[in-house]
Structure formats: C-alpha cells, structure tokens
C-alpha cells in the first residue's frame, strides 16, 4: 500500500458481487489499495445511481491524490450490454476517465489470464457467459431464483424443496433432505414449507442461506438429495452448451462461486456433465480473485 500519488498510470478495478464488492487500484507492480466491503445499495437498472455509488467508492478507497488513469467494473446484475452502456457512460462523466462495465461473470476469463473462453458462475445464482468470434457477449441463465439459477445456493433449495413436495405427494415418509430443510426453515411438517420459501423478501440470498443442507443430506444417504445435486450439475453444464449451440467457443470453461467449488461432489458432476455436452470443454476452476479481471480490463483502457 502506499500514501502518495503513484507515479505510474493507475488502474483501477470493481468486482460488484451479490454480497460482497471487492475494488483493486494498481499502479504498475504495486497495489495501491485493496478494499473489501458488503455490497449495499446496488442499483443496476438505475445507471446513474449505480455510477454514483462506484464514484463515491474508487474516491473513499483511493489514497488521497490518486486519480485513476482508467477505471473498469464487473457488475452483479447487469444483465444486458445496453444496461452497462448506460452504467459506463454515467461512470465517465463521474470521474472523467475511460471505464468499461460488464456483467460480473465477464470477470472470470481474464482473471484466469485467458484472452477468450466461458465464465460460470455458480454461487447464490448462476449464469454463464462468452462472446461469438466477433466479440459479440452472449449470457445464458441469471434469470434469478424463482425462474432459474439452476445449479446456484438460491436454485438448488428450490428444487430440493420440489423434490421433497413430490415425495411427499407420493405418500413417502420425510427422509434426511426433508427433515434437514424442516430444520433449516424452522417449521414442523413438509406442507409448511411452502409458506417459509414464499415468505422471503430477498428470495436468492434467503433461500440460498440453506444450500448447505442439501448436501448434508446427500451425504447421509438422501436419494431425493444426491438426484437434485445431479439435476443441477447438469443444468449447470446445460449453460455451457446453450452458448456453444450459439456459437461461442467454449474450449476453455473458467469456473467460480462458493457453490460449485466449495462443494467437490456437485463440481465433479459438473465435469462429467460436461464431457457428455461439450467434450471439447476444459473446465478451469478459478483460483485469482475475479476482481483481477476487472484489473486487466481496466489496463487495457490505457
């Protein structure tokens, strides 16, 4: 870290999470700050609200006197090219330096040090993203956790819930997945359900707080569990095959999020999925922080 204004062309970098927004400023070789902070007040259909609250933070995260040279962001629901266009140029008139804005999963294969590839994320949601030959970005999934998010924290309580909901349909006593979510949700009997996941107000992060279970269960013999772990490895590999049915090339698979690299056995199903769908894939978990890709975006504005 250092006090004084960095002699070198400053670049600055925002990886804007679901729950967490990490800022990076580098200067050469030398981080010049590094701040980490709960995301609060993301508005991303809101541009102007949105870039003013990225300005506020590369001024209160920078040492005093430093100016960025050039300022990139990966955004957590910025879900369509002209929505960050309409983030970017409100972030350029905030800080009169080029930006760039893109979705947050744009992040993964430059932080993997790729020129080109697929960026999966499965964490709370999930969604996954490329570009065509021509540099045109196509996104598949996101569609957040009532609709979609197959594969993420929010998606794979959903569907164990549904999975539990039949079961119990089907005249089946309450197994291991079912007795876990009871638990988890703190009511007594598997109809009650309904009501505790319809009653979140912040559905993704409040269903998603309850993944855990799912794999607990798997791992004391849940069936209903270890199908609804498959289920979503499958859909995750889904998305990467609904890009290259669209043309990206997806050689190379970098993957993130807590979900699917915290948990071993739904990453392997991930990859053998993905061998029957894209055998020519690689997946890439990623090790750098994401925000290193908004680094290298940033850098190439200079």
């Known amino acids: 870290m250092q006090d004084s204004p960095p002699s070198s062309p400053l670049v600055v970098g925002v990886d804007v999470g679901g729950t967490k927004t990490h800022l990076r400023a580098v200067s050469g070789d030398d981080v010049v700050a590094d701040h980490v902070r709960a995301t609060r007040g993301w508005r991303p259909h809101e541009p102007l609200a949105a870039a003013r609250g990225l300005a506020d933070l590369v001024r209160e995260a920078l040492p005093p006197g430093a100016l960025p040279s050039a300022l990139a962001v990966g955004a ?20 009169g330096v080029p930006a760039q ?6 992040l993964l294969v430059p932080a993997a040090g790729l020129d080109r590839g697929v960026g999966l994320v499965a964490g709370t949601g ?33 569907e164990a819930a549904r999975a539990v909901w039949a079961a119990h349909d089907r005249g089946e006593g309450p197994d291991a997945l ?12 598997v109809p009650a359900l309904g009501a505790a996941l319809e009653s979140a107000t912040d559905v993704s992060a409040e269903w998603g707080r309850h993944a855990p279970v799912v794999f607990t269960a798997a791992a004391e013999g849940s069936a209903l569990a270890g199908a609804v772990i498959g289920e979503a490895a499958r859909a995750l590999a889904a998305l990467v095959a609904g890009l290259a049915a669209r043309g990206v090339p997806v050689d190379d698979v970098v993957v993130a999020g807590g979900t699917v690299l915290g948990r071993p056995e739904l990453y392997d199903a991930f990859t053998a999925a993905l061998a029957d769908v894209a055998p020519g894939a690689r997946p890439r978990p990623l090790t750098a922080a994401p925000v290193d890709g908004a680094v290298a975006l940033a850098r190439s504005l200079l």
């Open 101 to 106: 804005v893109v979705g947050d999963a744009e």
């Open 76 to 95: 957590h629901a910025c879900e369509t090219p002209l929505q960050c266009a309409r983030i970017r140029v409100a972030l350029q008139e905030q800080l």
């Open 126 to 158: 999930s969604v996954a993203v490329g570009r065509l030959p021509d540099g045109v970005v196509v996104q598949v999934g996101g569609w957040g956790a009532v609709l979609g998010d197959e594969g993420g924290g929010a998606g794979l309580v959903r």
């Open 178 to 189: 079912a007795l876990a979510l009871l638990d988890s949700f703190g009511v007594s009997e």
